[in-house]
């Protein structure tokens, strides 16, 4: 697949780097070449994962040099979900070696007499208990005997074990106990994960899950990033250009899941941290996005080829540490990101009771969507609009890849003939092709509008005050209907909207999160206790950011440009849960908000303490800087480009011009039903809104009366 090379006239010349993004369906690569921006796409690979480093040099060309290949992976979050990691071995206190598989009490469904839990990563037979105890001020009552290190040594050497876990009882208030567990097992020549540098907070278990989850992905992401830098360092050493001149390897940069972007050995060390790093990069894209057009309320909707991600950005994303995958918790900071199996890629079927139901199985880059003609046989979403007409078959990825509507029209015959499509007395449910395909949207519609009321209504947000920013492959298809059906102020379309977590992952600044448990009682209204309590809390947050410091420059990176931001996390004394608020001298009138907001109460009298304690360092990279372009009074109506045809929207087809991205100027304006097609994406402009190009070439979809009135 060649590349496609999309203009950006308004971006200044920046340092060669690449950002890729490995998703379900394709791989997105994105270069800054001097003043414009290079994508390109190609079908993943879950078996051949290096092949991204092809794709990179397919896009960089001969005669260029590359600064940084910046990596937003998938590895990690397929071998989670698919329980594909390392034999790994849990080393705790004695006596809390089943905390794993007991866990918390929590019940997904609380009626279901017959509910199964999946196992826990970790059997019985690689749990080993140690005789310690450290006490929950940081006390140390018993360490552990070189005897019992020996044995355990001894043990782990004859398990066959992969990897190794530590987590010991409040070894977040004192490690040493930890760490010497770790200086005696580092020998073995395994991957050792050890609570308190991961996570030094209380909860245990879902302390202990994080490092298990950690432990249990370092062997195979460390391996693939590893290998990955290997192939990097060889495929650009000694490398020179046609002008002669010696270039440098690249240095690999990895994505992680908070927003910000680590070097691929410390990535490698905690892999944990990049499990969701893939749609971390349409959030920080979202949030540059939305700082270049003033916008403070916005939402990001990123339709891929086997999910869906959401975010609701108030001023900034936030992070959350109460993040679940494959049903097991992950502690460590990550952007508060929404996620639903609805995508592109999403399988139709029948349920038990006759129902329609798509998703969350995908059909995924192999085989894809039938319409790809890569072996597919059930319906997928991406088939029900080439079906409709919403999909020009001739204009897919620029034309270098051609969909196969004869088979995907097939498919829905076949689909249409199956027992449980049929009524009781033998009539047809779905009578026709484009009926069933508009059931499919509509099902898939559903599942992504209740993603979207989970962030904004359930949590106290108006939908109505939001923009809504759509991207991934799929996410024009599908966003005007939904911001129809949730009141939503306006849709954005960026450029470049199927690379654009791409781009977000280019953007991304390097950071480094750290974290310290303290559970302090704030003081009353004593002025002197105040003062001390908050020179405490200075005190150490200084130690926090030191730290994170000696992290970064271990890391070879400098320190000292780095911005600093701290967090406390606070809750009224005797809740169980706290909430995450910016360190200010008002942070209690700060914190009484957010609980009104959260929860639709406070309490002012109520005395508050604090958990946890919280610092990010971020050291910024380089932004492309976009400037407006100028909008003339003679735009006008856009022109059509290519031929009208007919698409179907609500049962019946309407004649819809189709326009081609690249040749819509700003200040351009047209009405629904219309399609924009594009290199990495395609908008539908359905009936009853309207779309103008605004000066920074995106496309803005809204409402005809809202247009009017704007």
């Known amino acids: 697949m060649k590349r496609r090379q999309l203009p950006q006239p308004n971006t200044a010349a920046m340092p060669q780097r690449i950002g890729v993004d490995s998703g379900g369906t394709f791989t997105d690569c994105v270069l800054f070449r001097g003043s414009r921006i290079e994508i390109l796409k190609v079908f993943s690979d879950p078996q051949a994962p290096h092949a991204t480093l092809e794709a990179v040099r397919q896009l960089l060309g001969e005669d260029a040099a590359l600064s940084a290949i910046i990596h937003g992976t998938t590895v990690g979050t397929n071998a989670l979900l698919e329980r594909r990691g390392a034999r790994v071995a849990l080393i705790t206190t004695a006596g809390f070696e089943d905390l794993i598989e007991i866990g918390r009490q929590n019940r997904s469904r609380l009626y279901d007499l017959n509910l199964q839990r999946d196992p826990p990563l970790i059997p019985r037979r690689w749990r080993f208990g140690v005789a310690e105890r450290t006490a929950a001020d940081g006390k140390i009552l018993l360490r552990p005997s ?31 106990n930890e760490q010497a567990i770790a200086r005696a097992l580092r020998g073995i020549g395994l991957p050792v994960s050890v609570s308190h540098e991961l996570l030094p907070e209380f909860r245990e278990y879902e302390r202990l899950s994080t490092t298990v989850i950690n432990a249990y992905l370092a062997p195979r992401v460390g391996g693939y990033l590893n290998g990955l830098e290997r192939e990097t360092k060889g495929a ?24 910000g972007i680590t070097t691929a050995a410390r990535a490698a060390r905690e892999p944990v941290r990049t499990i969701l790093s893939g749609p971390a990069g349409g959030v920080v894209a979202t949030g540059w996005l939305a700082g270049l057009l003033h916008l403070a309320k916005v939402i990001s909707f990123d339709m891929g080829g086997t999910s869906t991600d959401v975010c609701l950005l108030h001023g900034a994303a936030k992070t959350t540490r109460e993040t679940t995958l494959a049903g097991l918790p992950v502690a460590v900071p990550v952007l508060d990101v929404h996620t639903v199996g609805a995508g592109g890629g999403s399988l139709a079927r029948f349920d038990a009771g006759g129902a329609l139901r798509v998703g969350p199985e995908s059909a995924g880059a192999i085989p894809g969507p039938v319409c790809y003609g890569r072996g597919g046989n059930a319906p997928t979403i991406t088939d029900a609009h080439l079906i409709l007409g919403r999909l020009d078959p001739d204009a897919f990825l620029a034309g270098k890849f051609r969909l196969d509507r004869a088979s995907a029209e097939k498919c829905f015959d076949d689909f249409l003939h199956r027992p449980r499509s049929q009524g009781k007395d033998g009539s047809g449910v779905w009578r026709s092709r484009q009926e069933l395909a508009e059931g499919i949207i509509a099902v898939g519609n559903a599942t992504m509008e209740k993603a979207l009321r989970v962030i904004s209504v359930e949590r106290g947000y108006d939908p109505r005050e939001f923009s809504l920013v759509c991207f991934g492959g799929a996410g024009g298809l599908h966003a005007a209907e939904l911001a129809r059906s949730l009141g939503l102020a306006r849709v954005i379309v960026p450029q470049n909207p199927g690379a654009f977590s791409a781009i977000g992952v280019l953007l991304s600044d390097i950071v480094s999160d750290v974290s310290q448990s303290v559970l302090l009682a704030v003081p ?111 735009a006008g109506s856009a022109s059509t480009v290519g031929q009208t045809k007919a698409v179907w929207f609500a049962g019946r087809p309407l004649a819809t011009p189709f326009y081609e991205r690249v040749r819509l100027g700003p200040g351009m304006t047209f009405r629904g039903p219309a399609i924009v097609t594009e290199y990495s994406s395609t908008t539908v402009v359905p009936p009853g809104f309207a779309c103008r190009v605004d000066e920074y070439l995106n496309l803005v979809l809204q409402p005809n009366a809202t247009m009017r009135s704007s």
Do not use: W
């Open 524 to 634: 009353g209204d004593l002025p002197e206790a105040f003062a001390a309590f908050q020179k405490s809390l200075e005190r150490r947050f200084e130690e926090l950011e030191n730290r994170s410091r000696r992290q970064l420059r271990r890391d070879g990176f400098p320190d000292r440009a780095a911005g600093v931001e701290r967090r406390l996390e606070l809750r009224y004394r005797g809740q169980s849960y706290e909430l995450s608020i910016p360190y200010t001298l008002r942070f209690a009138d700060d914190f009484h908000r957010a609980h009104e907001r959260a929860y639709g109460y406070s309490d002012p009298a109520r005395p508050l303490e604090v958990v946890n304690l919280r610092v990010r360092l971020a050291i910024p990279t380089p932004k492309p800087p976009v400037r407006p372009q100028r909008i003339l009074k003679s």
């Open 146 to 176: 070189p005897g019992a290190l020996r044995k355990l040594r001894q043990q782990l050497n004859r398990s066959g074990v992969e990897s190794i876990a530590i987590c010991l009882l409040f070894s977040y208030a004192n490690p040493a």
């Open 236 to 259: 650009f050493s000694g490398r020179k250009l046609a002008s002669r001149m010696k270039v440098t390897p690249p240095r690999l940069y990895v994505m992680q899941s908070s927003g």
